[in-house]
Structure formats: structure tokens, C-alpha cells
């Protein structure tokens, strides 16, 4: 398991998380699902020999966090014997993110538990059945969601709560705050929609309510017994530094034990996924394929990937995010620069701070 004292490491040559998509199937029908996931798992999806490969490999990268995710994981059979394989014979630190179906029973969770599972998500879209569900396109997710939890809580498995911020709860945030709280979730993961898979440029906020969520969120941090950690928001951390300049020293970034970065993780720059297939991408929502596991091995796509290169080279960021003066920490997200440009290394449209201005929140 990685060291959460040791000194920030170099993601030049190894991730600080690595994402494993174990299948691509899935009951649900989420509106926004980046994998367009389909019911039945792919025939070409890695076998289990080649998943147990792929894990070496992982591991000797560092003993990043690892993640399983799908799709759904749990429908993927043999998903217990590779995670037992990853935290006992490789010693990694692994969570995963099902969806919740009738597949997550007290058995399953059982199972993850006496693997030994670091941390189960599930993801949380509204407060209530009616946001959520309609968010997820399955009537009673919400329900087989809170059934989940209950489960957790009892088996005392520590809890983090996905939930993807969009114009469908915009309004609801803080609900779904309260509610992550009462949960007793040791993380709340805001994920900043990008139009990629089934997800739609309609369903994004504006760049006005991303700079204004993650204030209410870096503010909230002062205030709530759980972590608050962003993806494909970077930004985030640039509103948490202006913040701890006021001398809210709470909200600052540091190494804990729940699993934010020591320093800013970025789309390959820390941050590795590979697909149900074994292609390697520098995330799930930057579909640009650097290479595949089945015919290189992982640490070279990561370290030597033309693409993975240029999004670590801060230097070569365009327009806004290349003028920044918080683009080591931030750096904009490579994923929605993509979606919305076509070029990973432009500026992030959702951003609104104009470098150089140096304004304390």
C-alpha cells in the first residue's frame, strides 16, 4: 500500500491512481455514462490471466491506489479472485464503484469486505429517488442505493459517495451534502460532467456555476466530518489555494488517508486508465488511446506515450491554462478541453479566473 507520508512523487514515472474499467457491462442506463455501457460484457474484454498480468504490472508502478470500475464491476464474475490478487499477493490499496442493481447484496459486499477492500463507492446523483433515478435511467436505483449503504455501514466498510454535478441536481447539491454527512461517507467525489459517451454538452453547467460550486464546496470543507475531492474540476485546488491564502488553512490540499493527491493529478499526469479491452487512455474522459496492454507494457505507454508526455509538460498548455499561474497545481481539465475544442492541450472552457489576477476568496 503507498506510503501517504512519503514525499510527492514523480508522475513522470509513475501514476498516483490507476483506473481499471474490469467490463464494460451494466444494468443501467445512465444519462450521462462516459462507457455507453451495454448489458452484456464485451468477448474481447481482458481475460483473467491477462487481468492478473495487467495488476503486476500496476503494481510495480508504485503501488498506486487502484480502482476497478465498469460498466459494473460486479458483473464481471470473477471480479473477487482479481481483487483478492491485487490486496493480498500484490498488496495494492483497492477500491471499486458498482452500480447499485440487485447484484449488491450483504453477500457481495461480505466478499469485498473479507478481501479486504480499502473503499466502495457508490454514486449518489440527488437526494431524493426522483433526481437520481431519472439520472441514472433505472426506476429504484435510489432505493437499491441506500440498501447498499446500509450494508456498508453495518459491515463497516468505509464509504465514498460519486456524484456527477450537472444541470439535473445543480440545484440539489447541497441536499445531497446533507445527505452524504448523515451517510457517514469518508469522501464526497464531485464529478464535473464532460460531454463524452452518452453525456451531452446540455447537461454541463456553466462556467460561472463551476466557479461557484467549487467555493461552496472548498467552504464546505471546513464545515463537514468528510474529504471533498474533484475530478475533471482542477480547479478546484486553485480555489482551495486562494482560499488557504485567506488562512483557511482546513480546506488546503495535502496527503490523507482518503485518497486526494499530494500534489495536483491531472489526466496522464498521475492519473492512468485502462479500458475493458486493454487500451490505455490518460482517463475515462479523454478518449485519445495511447497504447493497449495486450501489446506493450503499461509503465511504457504511460512513460513514453507521445500524448501522456504533452499532459504532463505544463509548458505546452494553450490560451489561459498555459498563462496560469496556477497551472502546476491546476492545469485545467484535459478531458473537457478536448470535448469541447478537440485539442487536449487548449484552455478549459469551464474555467472563468483570469491568470494573474491573484484573487484571495
Known amino acids: 500500500m503507498k506510503n501517504i507520508n512519503q514525499p510527492a512523487p514523480n508522475y513522470d514515472e509513475n501514476p498516483f491512481i490507476v483506473i481499471w474499467e474490469v467490463t464494460r457491462a451494466c444494468a443501467l442506463k445512465c444519462l450521462h455514462c462516459r462507457a455507453e455501457a451495454q448489458y452484456r460484457a464485451d468477448p474481447n474484454q481482458l481475460t483473467f490471466d491477462e487481468g492478473k498480468k495487467l495488476i503486476d504490472q500496476i503494481a510495480e508502478m508504485d503501488n498506486p491506489l487502484f480502482v476497478f470500475t465498469g460498466g459494473d464491476p460486479l458483473m464481471r464474475p470473477d471480479l473477487f479472485q482479481l481483487a483478492d490478487y491485487a490486496v493480498?499477493?500484490?498488496?495494492?490499496?483497492?477500491?471499486?464503484?458498482?452500480?447499485?442493481?440487485?447484484?449488491?447484496?450483504?453477500?457481495?459486499?461480505?466478499?469485498?469486505?473479507?478481501?479486504?477492500?480499502?473503499?466502495?463507492?457508490?454514486?449518489?446523483?440527488?437526494?431524493?429517488?426522483?433526481?437520481?433515478?431519472?439520472?441514472?435511467?433505472?426506476?429504484?436505483?435510489?432505493?437499491?442505493?441506500?440498501?447498499?449503504?446500509?450494508?456498508?455501514?453495518?459491515?463497516?466498510?468505509?464509504?465514498?459517495?460519486?456524484?456527477?454535478?450537472?444541470?439535473?441536481?445543480?440545484?440539489?447539491?447541497?441536499?445531497?451534502?446533507?445527505?452524504?454527512?448523515?451517510?457517514?461517507?469518508?469522501?464526497?467525489?464531485?464529478?464535473?460532467?464532460?460531454?463524452?459517451?452518452?453525456?451531452?454538452?446540455?447537461q454541463m453547467i456553466t462556467p460561472k456555476e463551476h466557479e461557484e460550486v467549487m467555493e461552496w464546496a472548498a467552504d464546505l470543507q471546513s464545515h463537514v466530518p468528510f474529504g471533498i475531492k474533484s475530478t475533471e474540476a482542477p480547479h478546484y485546488r486553485r480555489v482551495?489555494?486562494?482560499?488557504?491564502?485567506?488562512?483557511?488553512?482546513?480546506?488546503?490540499?495535502?496527503?490523507?488517508?482518503?485518497?486526494?493527491?499530494?500534489?495536483?493529478?491531472?489526466?496522464?499526469?498521475?492519473?492512468?486508465?485502462?479500458?475493458?479491452?486493454?487500451?490505455?487512455?490518460?482517463?475515462?474522459?479523454?478518449?485519445?488511446?495511447?497504447?493497449?496492454?495486450?501489446?506493450?507494457?503499461?509503465?511504457?505507454?504511460?512513460?513514453?506515450?507521445?500524448?501522456?508526455?504533452e499532459l504532463r509538460n505544463k509548458s505546452l498548455l494553450k490560451g489561459k491554462c498555459g498563462r496560469c499561474e496556477f497551472k502546476e497545481i491546476c492545469g485545467g481539465s484535459r478531458a473537457r478541453a478536448f470535448a469541447v475544442t478537440g485539442d487536449y492541450l487548449e484552455s478549459d472552457p469551464s474555467c472563468i479566473y483570469e491568470p494573474g489576477s491573484l484573487q484571495v476568496k
Open 240 to 309: 482551495v489555494a486562494q482560499k488557504k491564502n485567506k488562512g483557511n488553512e482546513r480546506a488546503a490540499l495535502h496527503v490523507d488517508k482518503i485518497g486526494r493527491a499530494p500534489k495536483g493529478v491531472n489526466d496522464g499526469d498521475g492519473f492512468l486508465f485502462i479500458s475493458h479491452t486493454g487500451d490505455v487512455f490518460p482517463s475515462g474522459f479523454l478518449p485519445v488511446k495511447c497504447g493497449n496492454v495486450r501489446e506493450e507494457p503499461l509503465a511504457d505507454v504511460y512513460r513514453h506515450s507521445k500524448v501522456m508526455k
Open 88 to 202: 493480498n499477493e500484490k498488496n495494492l490499496s483497492v477500491s471499486m464503484t458498482p452500480s447499485a442493481t440487485p447484484k449488491v447484496t450483504r453477500l457481495a459486499i461480505e466478499k469485498a469486505k473479507d478481501v479486504g477492500l480499502s473503499r466502495w463507492a457508490f454514486s449518489l446523483d440527488g437526494s431524493n429517488s426522483e433526481i437520481h433515478d431519472f439520472f441514472r435511467g433505472t426506476k429504484g436505483s435510489f432505493d437499491l442505493t441506500m440498501k447498499g449503504i446500509k450494508h456498508l455501514q453495518q459491515l463497516e466498510i468505509p464509504i465514498q459517495i460519486n456524484t456527477t454535478v450537472s444541470t439535473s441536481n445543480l440545484e440539489d447539491l447541497k441536499a445531497i451534502a446533507k445527505k452524504v454527512e448523515e451517510i457517514g461517507a469518508v469522501l464526497w467525489s464531485l464529478f464535473f460532467l464532460i460531454p463524452t459517451g452518452r453525456a451531452n454538452s446540455d
